[in-house]
Every structure is written in structure tokens, then in C-alpha cells.
């Protein structure tokens, strides 16, 4: 299958990041393409932020999704996920909704690990659009200002294990999900450290993306994820006008 | 008080109609500025209908802010409403809280009333967004598929006020919003025909605008809508690139 | 517009302070008059002080609705409000609802600060009976034995703030309510030491009196706040008897 | 034990109907003591009428408490019962508690049959208030004004177990709560043609003050239930008052 | 009336210990029959050993319903109550939801205290499925391994104290369940030293038992306590073959 | 990988079923295993037979465990599955939950299509037990006994047809489960049919187990789910009694 994965963040190298998991963990038939937003920030904590990552996300998703079988938006909160689900007719999947999926399938009470204090309500709202918030035992985040968001995994690892440990000992987690691309494989790194399941968005969000692929639903033609009624619109991009209209 | 309130939709037609309402309640000291996106559709419908209005309406936003006490994002669903108060620091309102916010305060439990059935899945999640899907009755729509914008409230008065009976009779709404743009002073025409308190988004939105300038708070400094921290941007309208840099 | 503001405490003193908050805030063509329980307590804490602060309110409302044009119950905890709203014809309004719906226009999450550990029972009941219990990042009061009701804000100053930096930075409030009546007035006088918008119930209620007055929405005549049914009643006063049975 | 059964309405027949029902399910050292509210109205439906409820109770709990064991609020909705649990040191029950935990213990959800349409919104807010809403299958009422609150069992013996079949079949109800004290002791005269259990409020809470009684828990010094702080208070009935300063 | 209480744990001390606490509470009239499960665990703490204690209890009931007019499933957690509802036609209760429904007859919000940190995973889904979840105030445990589950009240007397004062002061408990049969009686020794009514899950079920059969409900033949459709089935003792196919 | 699939109830035939539509979507690395109970029912439609159905899988579970790599339980409902999660050292999944977690990324609310009414209660609580009753839309169900769980998609596909499109048009359901093994394959013969994804339980745990193996998270040894702790037992069967006490 070709899966397209698009970072909504401007940042090259998380995008790199992000590719490197996602071949690790890919199927062998499974043909990855990466790409990086072309408009908006470096890395996504708050809402504006998120609502930009979106719109970029879906240009590039418009312009490419036709030479796909399935997209990732390759940040954790999702930017654009269920709006994408509605114009596009291959499955969409995103690193939050994905992470939830796998850690439900592991515990019952699972807790976040993130980058900034930022961005915990951000990711709040995520857990509650996907109706999972009584199942969130906490969001344990790193204190002070992310200062390179390259070298993050590094830079703060005994930090990082210390928040996993006060998530399953004070908080009741049975389940960790290391949040946020920037994060991407630290899962796998600290694992033999960490006495709970850690799951990582990124490498969910690819084989979920590989599974959808293989049940092969169709797109809907009802309900509401079924695509928009066609009406005049104006202002947009040639990509974005096909999909709202494609007989036009 | 200098308001801007911003169609989300490229309907100025939609926008007279809004504008108007709008001129009939607010005080006489409150100056309006009426605005329509620049790009968009017709008229919100969708997830990915709501999330392009949300960037058109961002971008009228990030202009003309510096020059209004407040803004009203002027569609029911609010898009972008939650991203754009963390980059403003002036008082920012949707059409679909401030009805809420009135109808919470003239009964417990309320209906909405809207156009279409596509519509209402994105109302409902709109609710679910401002915390009152338990206070929530019911959403009851129009049927058929939406002719003629402009003119929707005459086509379907009938309807409509059918609607508002089944909603109070069947199920047990003590308030009724009527919801979208397109019906803005329809709460005000048909209010004698229906015996329970119809709430209007545009006019509750304008009063409570005036409010929130009134009270005086200030932009928070810290919390999930304190700006957004500095960092690397691309691709960004100047507006957008200065409202999340102020200093550059 | 003729604003009743009734005090269902039997403090003189913090009817004074309600009167001057509200001046402060109401629009000049408001009216308004102030009064004072003529049964009850000195200050609301309990469930059952506020059982009796309602009634006591019921009978001073029932007395002198059909002059005034909107009423607000002026204690936090909202004692008797939906009753009210049953058996008035205008707008009633309370200080936490009032302040809850201010508060949800200006963030997502807020807390309330308030004067006593016992008081904060009740006022989470009210925040969950306006269904916005999810919105409730926390409660922070005053450790204390309240000593003195008019001097409170003064004596206890730097702890108040103290709680609401504590709210902020440990539970996560984009917003801080300041509760309870003898508090009136001190979210405006230090507001510029905290860093999220802060809320006062008084002024809130003024204007969104004035606001359900301006939207001129009428009395329900189906729906739970319709007017209850006529039929026998015994041992009540004169004007409770009136709103239960207008004609007799 | 003396247990103290208050009627919050003021009808005399119902008072009678309540006393036979309880002293058909009372152990025999029960000794039953009936007292009807001396103020407020025929039945109660509404917010309004509740509040005016719970003020007669508490008059006549205040007056006789010390020479019982054990109270009961008995009329449906509970009027006054958290208040009174803060102020008396025996414990206090109401018909909606005691029917919502005698029907937890017979089956996951209950449907409520009640009397009014009116009266269904009060109930819902009384089983929210008890947090069990999740389970509540459905309210469902007769549908006509109540002519005769005295001889409404018979009059519409057929109607209310049709509402019966229609809960179970339609709504998914384990149990069956049949609400309000007009309607005490159908639940026994028509179990038999009801495939499920019904519970009545009377002969719960009689049961249930009993069992309280024998469990033998004091009063609590702590907590949202404590007695209220001591503090000046004014126009209270010398009942009151002594409950609320028991020292003085 | 003939009351069997089946210990799901194959601890005969700890059999003997709730025997005792029943004895206590018991009506002269309610004949006690005391069964430990033949097998399972020494103690109960997750969700494996209750759904084998669950199996056990359903094969003691099955053999001994007959000869009893209620059952009683004397583990915290309520191994199997709602799956034995199912097939017998007399009253069944569970610890946990006897003490729950105690609980919310004496305060609006309860903590537990338990004996393990690992049971109170187990405790708080217990919680949920009996829809109480939001009174649920806490739940604190002692927090080393069991050693002797016989004299654990006796061994760690002083650590249970505190427990209860930190939920009290910290928590916001109005009310406390004191959990697990191996506490059985605890809430008795220590009342007096703790400010507020504590509950045990033993003499809570004894009581709610017989009211249970003192109000007579017939089982359901309809809803989804009914019992199981008959169809084949393997492999099963005689006694559960019995109570799956009563006709056979 | 090695993964073992236990039906836990005693019909063979829908064993079979099970593992020709394993087969079609299993990887080509994948061997399965299919097995089947050896004690319980012909289909599991209640809480008591669940219970069974538990006990049955894990005694299968507990001896072959050690020769596989994952284990589904293949029963909607998942009988037993978060008590075998606390045991076993690999993935086990369920049915309900794989389907969940497939709809939960398709679209917003699903609803469920099963195979008797008497089933839905189960599933509603299965539901609920995963946190995501908010996003159910409703449950339809046949409404006859069923007479040949065999042959229950042909002889009924007319109607589960119709209840799907029930589903779509008046509950508002983005995407369906089709729930229950015997109605394992419906999914796919009839997806032309329906205008919205629809999800089968087989397909998706068995893709969902593969990805939880290849994730490769290892078994926690804290939290809710780490084995229980090592305590006496007695009257296990060899198999139990060895994964309660692997040191044995």
C-alpha cells in the first residue's frame, strides 16, 4: 500500500524523525511517502497553532491523496483529522486518535507523556473529542520551555522516565502513550525501563493505517463523514476546490 | 465600543442578514464593522466546511483586530473561536456559545433548531465542545437538502415552527436556539407563534460582546489561551506571521 | 430597565457591596434596587442556609417582581433561582451562573475562589447542576473559620491571590472565578496581579440582566418553567399565594 | 424506633394513603408518626412548589426530630433532604433516594412512571442529582392535567400499566420505580402483571430508615454534612433556629 | 427468612469474620448460612481472581438458592452479583453495592478505603458499573502487600485511621465505605474516632436483604434480568445445568 | 506469529465461521489457531453466560498460552478479556473492542447491529466498560428468538439490512459494528448495500492483534494489569493454577 505521512509542522527534521519510525515498524509492502507542511510553525502546542496545521495539512492531503491508500497527519492533537476524514475517501488516521486505540487494547486507564505545559490542554481536548477522558489518568508534561525540539528525547530522558513513573505510581496509569512526533521511537527506547506498556503514535498510527487499509471499507455515502453537499465556494486552492467538487 | 463581527462564509448576502440583526440589538455607542471571508463556501455544513472558515476568518481577524474593541466569529459552530482567543487580546465570540450562554440562563434543558440534517452532527459536537451536551434535548433540522440560502426562512417558516413544537412537546426542550447564520431574526419573527423562549445567535452574541468589553479582563498571560510561545514560522500571511510574533 | 438585586443573606453590609458593584458596572439607564433577606443567615455556606435563603428570597421576589423588569438572586449558590424563573414572567437571574457563563465566553476551564472549605460543597453542586462540571479545573478556598464577612477581602488579600496562582499554574484555569458575594469587587481590584482573566459574579449578573432584558425573550407557557399549575394551596403569604395563582 | 413520616403537601388524604402503606411494610417495634406539611400546596410538580416543600418540612423535622429516630421527606423529588441532612443528627430519607437504591439492587436501569408530564422534569433532576442518570432508562407520565390526586390510581389503573410495558419494552428497563405518593401502593397492587420489579418510594424508605437506624452511623462532624457553622441569624422560627443554634 | 452468604475468597477465617459482623446486624428471624467458595484465592484484589470467584459463587447458589430467600456475595467487588441476578429468582446482593447504596443514603460524596493498592483498580470499575463514579470521592489504601489477611485490621489499625482523616480533609468525603470482607467490622471499632458515618459492606448487604425480601418484587420475566433463553449447553455441573435449564 | 483463538462458546460450527473469516484477513505469517470451548453455552446472550464463556476461555487461555503469541477471544461482549490481560504475558483482544477501536477510526458515533434483543444489554455494558458510551449511537437488534445461530445471516439478511439503514438515518450512526460471531463475514457480503463503513469484530482483532504484536510491547509489572500477586489457591485446574502461580 502507498501511505502518505504529513508532518503539519514545518520542521524538517521531526519529519525525519517521524519517517525513521514509521519504516521501522511498516510492513514490507507498504510504500511511505513523507512530507513536511508548507505553511505554519515548528511545532504545534495550541489551538491556533493546530487550526494552521491544518489547513496545511489539508493542501498537501488534497494535492496528494489521489496517489494514495491511506494518510497520517503526524501530530499528535490530530490538526484536521475528522475534517480530512470527510473529503477524502482513504482512510485518515492521526497520532493521538491512533496511540488511544492501541493503549485501550493494553490497560484501562492510560496517561500522556508530552513535551511542554503548553501543550497539555491541547491534548486534552483531543482525548475528550475522542470520548476517551475517563480513561485518561493524567498528562505528566516537561516543565520548562522546549528549547530544541530536535534534541528533546535527549536532552530530557531522565525527566521523561521520571514522569512515566509518577503517571503509573500516583496517578493509576496501566498504560503510557509518549505523545508527539518530536517524541517518535522514544517509546521504544526507554521500554526495558519502564514497568507498563509504552505506546508510541507514530508506529500505532501506521500499522492501524495498514489495517484499516486491509479491511478495506468503502467511504461513506451517508451520515456525517459522508462528503460535504457541493455548493459555490471561492478563494481556494486548485487542490482544495477538487475535492470539495470533483465533478467540476 | 468598535465590534468586528466576521462571516466565516463568503455569503455576503448572509452577511447583510447578520449585519442587520446585529444593528437591531446592539447599544448605540457599539460601532459594527461587517466583514465576509475572503475564502470559504457558501455556507458551513461540515467538519472541513468549519475548518477552512476557520483560517478566512483568522486571517480577517489578524488584520483588523488591532482596530476593535471585539469580535464575533458569525457562524454557527464557532470555527476557530477557541484558536483565535489564544492569539487576540481582545474578547472573541461565536454565534453557537453565545446562544448556549443565553439559553443556559432562561431554562435547563434546550433544542436547537437548524437547516440541515448534515448540519447537526457538527452542532452536536460544537455542544459537546462547550461542556452542555448533558443540558442538550435535542437538535432537530430541516430535511431536504438546502435550496436557496438567502431565502430559507420564508421557504420554510412552516416547517420550521413545526420543528420548534416537536422539539418542546416531544422532547422536553424549555428553550429553543434558533441556529446558522442563514435564520438570524427568526427567533425574533415567529417568537409570538412558539411558547417557549427562542434564543438567536447573532443578538445574543452582539449583547454579550458588549458584556465581556464592559467587565474589562484582561488577555491572560498564562494558561491554555495565553499566546502561544514564540517560535520558527513559514509560509504565513503577514497578518498571521504578526499576530503570532508581535515583537518581530 | 428596573433591576431588583436581592440579597438572600440578612447582611446589611453585603447588600452595601452588591449595590456598589453593580452601580458600578450597570449601564445608566438601569434602575436599581437593592434589598436584603428578611429571614435567614448571615452568610450562605450550607445546604440548608440556602434553602432558607430561597424562601426568604421567593417571598421578597413575589412581592415586588411586577415592578421590576429582571431579578437577581444575589448569594453565590444561586439559592431558588430555577424556582424563580417557574413563577416570574421577567428575567431571573444568579451569581454563578452568571459568572459561569462569563467565564465559559473566556476560556475553557475555570476554578473558583472562594471564602470558606465548607462553602465549597455547595458550590460544586451549583456548578454541576448548570452541567458545567467538566469545566471545573478546581475549588480553592480560604482555610479558615470566616471571622468577619465585611472585611474579608481585605483580611485575607494575599491568600486569595495566593489560591488563584494556585489554580492557574496546579489545576490548569484559563479563567478564575471569584465567589461569593462578600467578594464583590475584588476581582477588579486585583486583577493586575493575576494573569488570567478573572470573574465577578455581581457584575456579570447586572449585565446579563440587562442582556435577557435587551433580547426580550417571553415568559414560557409549556416547558418545565412554565408556570406551575393551578391548584390548592394553604398557609403561605399574600404574594406567594399571587404568583402561585394570579387570578385568585 | 419512632420514625417521623412529613408529607411536604399539604393533602391530608395523601398523608392518610402514605401512613397505610408505611405501616403495611414496617417492622413491628416500628412506630410511625404521620405529619402533613401546614404550608404550601396539593401535590407537588414543580421547582417552585419543592422549595416551598422543603421549607414546611423543615419546620416541622426542626420542631420534632429530637423525639424521633428517623425521618422521612415523603413526597417524590425529595424536597429539602440534603438541607435536612446537614442539620439533624438522625437520619433522614426521601421516597426518589430510597426507590433509586431499591431498584439499583434489582437491575442496571430503572424507568420512573409518574403522574404529570409537569412533574417529569423534576424527577430527572432529582436522579441526576442522586448521579444516577446513566441509568435511568426513561421518566414516562400520564399525559392529562391530574383532576383527583386522591383516586388517580384508580382512575388510571390501565394508562399506568401501559406506561409500565412501554418502559420495559421500549426503553430497556430492568425495574420500575412508580413515583410519588399519590400513587403509593400501586406498585404492590399491580405487580403482578408487570413482567419486571417495581419499587415503591414509601415502603423503600420505610425499610431503608430502618436499616439506617439499626446500622446505627453517627452524625457526621465533618464534611458537607456537618452541622452548619454557628452565625447570627434572624426572622427564623424558634424551631429553626434551634436546629441551626442548638446551644443558644 | 433464610439468608445465604457465599465468601467468593476460600479463606474460612475470613468466612467466620463476615459471619460474625452478620450475626451482629441480623433480624432474630434471618436465619444465616454461612459457604466459602470450594475454590479460587485466599483474597480477591483483581480482575482475574474475582471472574474465578464469580464461577465459584455461581456454583454454591446454584446448588443452595433453592433452600433461600436471598443471597449474598460477600466479596468486595461483587464477583458475579449481576451475572446470578440473571438465573435466580430470589434477591442477590454484593458488598459493594450495599455499602454504595448506604453510602449515598448518608452523604452526597464517599471515599473507600481498602487494604491494597492493587484492589483499587478492581474498586473503582466496581464504581462504575454501579453508575456512581462522580460521588465517588477517592479511593485510599494501604500500601504494602497484605501479609496476614486474618489480623490485618489489628495490624495496621492506625495506617486505616489516617486513611479515613485524609480522605475526610483531602478528598472531600462526606461518608466512608470501609472495603473488603477482611474488614468486615472495622467500621464498627473505629466510628468513634472518625468525624463522619463510615460503612460496612456486611451488615450494609444483611439489612438491604431483608428489605429486599420484606418488599417482595417478584424476578423480572422480561427485560435483561429475565432469565437466560434456553438453548444447549456442555460440560457444566449438574447445579448449573439446573439453574440454565430448569425445565430439564 | 502464533495466535490462538478461543470461541467461547460450545457451538463448533461458529468456530468455523470464525476461522474462515480470520483466514481471509489474517497476514500470510500469521497461524491461527482456532478452539473452542469446552464447557458453557450455545451463544452467549446474557451476563451469566459471559460468565461462563470467561471461565471456559481462560482455562483454554491458561494452557495454551505459552505456545502462542496472541489470543483473541472471539465472543462480542469479551468474556473474560480484561481478566486474562492480568494473567497472560502477550496480547489478548476481543471482539467488541476491536470493533470499537476500528469505528472509533472511521467516524464519530457507531452504532452496533446484533442478533437478539436480549443481547443488547450486554453490549450496551461492553460498551461502557470501554468508555465510549458517549459515542454510541444506538443498538438494533432482530427481534425474534433466534432459532439457528448457524444460519442466522442468511435467514435474516433482509432485515439486518433494513437495521443498518435504521441505524444510519434515524440514530445518526458514521460507521457500523456488526456484532456477534455468528454474524462474522456480514460485514463484507453486504458493504455494497450500506452507505457507511462497516466493521466486523473477527477482521478487526485479528489485524489489531497482529499489530499489538508487532508493536511489540512487552507485559506490564505494575499498574491494574501486572499479574496478580502470588497467594494460596485451591481447587484450580493445573493449567489456572499455573499462571496464577507461574513459579509453581
Not at 498504560?175 to 509504552?198: E, S
Not at 486548485?238 to 470539495?244: E, V
Request: aromatic residues 4%.
Amino acid at each position: 500500500m502507498k501511505l502518505l505521512i504529513i508532518n503539519p509542522n514545518i520542521s524538517a527534521s521531526v519529519t525525519s524523525l517521524i519517517g525513521e519510525e514509521s519504516q521501522r515498524i511498516a510492513s514490507p509492502s507498504t510504500e511511505i511517502t513523507m512530507m513536511t507542511a508548507e505553511l505554519g510553525v515548528a511545532y504545534i502546542e495550541t489551538r491556533f497553532e493546530a487550526m494552521i496545521g491544518a489547513y496545511a495539512t489539508a493542501e498537501l492531503a488534497a494535492r496528494h491523496a489521489a496517489q494514495h491508500d491511506a494518510i497520517i497527519v503526524a501530530a499528535f492533537g490530530d490538526p484536521g483529522l475528522a475534517a480530512l476524514r470527510e473529503v477524502l475517501d482513504i482512510p485518515v488516521l492521526g497520532l493521538t486518535e491512533s496511540a488511544l486505540m492501541s493503549a485501550c487494547m493494553l490497560g484501562q486507564r492510560f496517561s500522556i507523556i508530552a513535551i511542554s505545559r503548553r501543550i497539555s490542554a491541547w491534548y486534552r481536548e483531543t482525548v475528550q473529542t475522542n470520548g476517551l477522558l475517563d480513561r485518561l489518568a493524567s498528562i505528566r508534561t516537561l516543565d520548562q520551555r522546549v528549547q530544541n525540539i530536535g534534541s528533546i528525547q535527549n536532552d530530557h530522558a531522565e525527566e521523561l522516565k521520571a514522569l512515566c513513573m509518577q503517571a503509573i505510581e500516583q496517578d493509576g496509569a496501566d498504560v503510557l502513550i509518549i505523545a508527539g512526533a518530536p517524541l517518535a521511537g522514544l517509546a521504544r527506547t526507554i521500554a526495558a525501563d519502564i514497568p507498563v506498556p509504552l505506546v508510541d503514535g507514530v508506529s500505532s498510527a501506521v500499522r492501524h493505517a495498514e489495517s484499516l487499509f486491509a479491511l478495506g471499507t468503502h467511504a461513506p455515502r451517508l451520515g456525517s463523514f459522508a462528503h460535504p453537499p457541493i455548493k459555490p465556494n471561492k478563494g481556494l486552492s486548485p487542490a482544495i476546490q477538487n475535492i470539495l467538487n470533483p465533478q467540476a
